[in-house]
Structures are given as C-alpha cells and as structure tokens.
T-cell receptor
Framework: DGGITQSPKYLFRKEGQNVTLSCEQNLNHDAMYWYRQDPGQGLRLIYYSQIVNDFQKGDIAEGYSVSREKKESFPLTVTSAQKNPTAFYLC?????????????FGPGTRLTVL | GEDVEQSLFLSVREGDSSVINCTYT??????LYWYKQEPGAGLQLLTY?????DMKQDQRLTVLLNKKDKHLSLRIADTQTGDSAIYFCAERPFSSGSARQLTFGSGTQLTVLP
C-alpha cells in the first residue's frame, strides 16, 4: 500500500534534549512538508522540501532542522532551542506540478516535553 | 500574507445538514481545500475547488464558493455521527512547477448529536 508513515506515534522528551521525528513516503512524491498543530489552531508550516538535498524554511522554522538525503525520507529534528516543542507534528507529501497538487498526510507524531 | 478564518465549533443533530464556513484573503487564483481530521489522526482530503468555479458536489458534500466575498462553505447532507471531526479549510496560491505551501484555517470542530 502506498502512503506516508510517521514514527513514533507518541514521543516523550526531557527538556534540553534533541529528538528526531521520522517521515517516510512511498508515493514517489517530490515534495515533502512538516507541519505543527496546536490545539485550537490550524497547521503551521515548519519546513518543506521540493527536491532531494534542498529544503526551505516555513513560517515557524526556528528551533527545528531537517534533511532530505533521500526522496522517500524527510526527518525533522526538534532541537533544544525550540522553546515550546510540545505539539502534534504532521508530515505530508505531494507531487509538484501546475494543478491541484494534493498533499497527503501521515498519521502524525505527538511530542511531549517533560 | 494569506489568511484563512473559520469558526471553531459547530453542533448539529444527526440527519440534519451541516454547513461549515471559511473566509480567505488571497485575491489571486487559488485552490481551496477541505480536510477532515479525526481524533489523533492525520488529515484526509475531502474535496477541493479551484477559484474559477462556483460549486462542486461530491455525494453528500457540496462546496460553494463566493469569489466576490472570498467565502467558502462545505455542506454535509444527512450528517452522521461518523462525520464528527475537525474540518480544516486551506488555501494554496496557483503556481506552476513549484511546491506551494498551504495556509490553513484554525479548524471547525463538528459535533453530531444523536
């Protein structure tokens, strides 16, 4: 089955620690995205990547880092510099074209900082 | 920049119609999306409309677009308990050949009462 997987589903971190969230897709999509979701708010874009070895900051990139070494994978690292990291993190992917490039979403990772 | 607004809550009786509203600010040609999110899950695309259309119907779902007022609505006919979820409106500017980020509303929590 084609789709997007995120792991782990739940993640706990102590303050001051970096943590990496996994996102893998087998849809052969060029573009991948990371969003953060907080209660009562819409999704906010952290980073996105249009092609391997290239990525751009979104609206709230501070305290986060990404890499895109493979087309299928777009891991997100939440660093200790992120002031309020507890949130639900969603990864998405899409083709890149001139039409409706629907974004397909993974099931999400809930990160809790203790 | 772009902005998308939604009301936070809506309650309806099972069997009634639900209407979820959204306003957006981007004046350029754009795609507009409705996503559904069930508790603890990722987002599922329900439907989308391009800004040169007035209406789109897909089974129980009807999307209406008022371009003059930049107002979008999602009507769910014969609402069922399984429709209880958060519904997000999202906007994406039309652009060819590049990954474009979505701007999301805050989401409307739909509660279907028996």
């Amino acid at each position: 089955d084609g789709g997007i997987t995120q792991s782990p589903k739940y993640l706990f971190r102590k303050e001051g620690q970096n943590v990496t969230l996994s996102c893998e897709q087998n849809l052969n999509h060029d573009a991948m995205y990371w969003y953060r979701q907080d209660p009562g708010q819409g999704l906010r874009l952290i980073y996105y990547s249009q092609i391997v070895n290239d990525f751009q900051k979104g609206d709230i990139a501070e305290g986060y880092s990404v890499s895109r070494e493979k087309k299928e994978s777009f891991p997100l690292t939440v660093t200790s510099a992120q002031k309020n990291p507890t949130a639900f993190y969603l990864c998405a992917s899409s083709i890149v074209g001139s039409g409706n490039d629907e974004q397909f979403f993974g099931p999400g990772t809930r990160l809790t900082v203790l | 920049g772009e902005d998308v607004e939604q009301s936070l809550f809506l309650s309806v009786r099972e069997g009634d119609s639900s209407v979820i509203n959204c306003t957006y600010t981007d004046s350029s040609s754009t795609y507009l999306y409705w996503y559904k999110q069930e508790p603890g899950a990722g987002l599922q695309l329900l439907t989308y409309i391009f800004s040169n259309m007035d209406m789109k119907q897909d089974q129980r779902l009807t999307v209406l677009l008022n371009k003059k007022d930049k107002h979008l609505s999602l009507r769910i006919a014969d609402t069922q308990t399984g429709d209880s979820a958060i519904y997000f409106c999202a906007e994406r500017p039309f652009s060819s050949g590049s990954a474009r980020q979505l701007t999301f509303g805050s989401g409307t929590q739909l509660t279907v009462l028996p």
